[in-house]
């Protein structure tokens, strides 16, 4: 059980400026700081200014404003990763449904005869049930009144979560999971299955306004091709794995969003990131 004396004592706004000053950080407008505070936690703007400091002391000539525009690419990079994750997921469902509906019929993801672990396949129907009871989109209204609640994969499948969506790929037989990634992604079923979860959990941490910019690690590490340089843990490996499941319609498009965030926030560093310098070009060429 935690004690008073395990915790730093409450500071006010004024005197989180003061210790942001006597650090050395410049802030020219107290009262507009203050109002930054009102609205972003103050750990959460510390968290910004880690490249901009030595331990406690901020690097000569760092302004409150480098902070921010540090937050502002970050939130922009939430957007990206959100946009682009949610496409991977409905192309994702696109593809499975077709897919397994072309194989084993409407009803053939009920069978666990057609999965790997009928443990995992059991979990994803409870799972799954427990969503489309709880739905209230039109096309399973649709299906429970008029269809004696008989929902075949390509209805069923859009109540699915991203991570669930992904431990359905995971489960679906070696077969099934091969051709899926050949067909309609074109690389091993591996890097699928791996690339699908990172690009679950990069959606999900962008969602809930996690942060990206210099964070150091991020889990599970994604498979990497070998001549890709760069951390499988980093954000990098992760904006890697969302690229690689886009339809190719997309890849393009994120590319470019992503370049826009940078040259919109040059004050921002892609190494931060764990992407080298000829990221664009190194991404475009895989």
Known sequence: MPTAGNVKPFKTYSEQIDILKARGLIINDDENAKAILKRMNYYRLSAYSLTLRKDDTFYPGTTLEDILTLYDFDSDLRKIIFEFGSIVETSARAYIAYYHAQHYGPLGYLN????????????FIKELFTAINRSSDVFVIHHKEQRQGIYPIWVAIEETTFGSLSKFYKNMLRQDRN?????????????????????????????????FYNRIKLSPSVKLPKKMPIQPDRPAAYLFA?????????????????????????????????????????????
């Open 112 to 123: 666990n005869q057609y999965f790997e672990s009928e443990i995992s396949h059991a979990a």
């Open 179 to 211: 051709d899926i990634a050949k067909e309609f992604y074109g690389i091993p079923r591996e890097y699928v299955e791996n690339f699908m979860q990172c690009a679950s959990v990069a959606r999900n941490i962008a969602a809930h306004g996690g942060r």
């Open 242 to 286: 969302i690229y690689s499941l886009l339809p190719d319609v997309s890849k393009y498009p994120m590319l470019q969003a992503l370049l826009r965030a940078f040259r919109h926030h040059p004050f921002a560093d892609p190494k931060y990131l764990g992407l080298p310098e000829n990221w664009f070009h190194l991404f475009e060429s895989l």
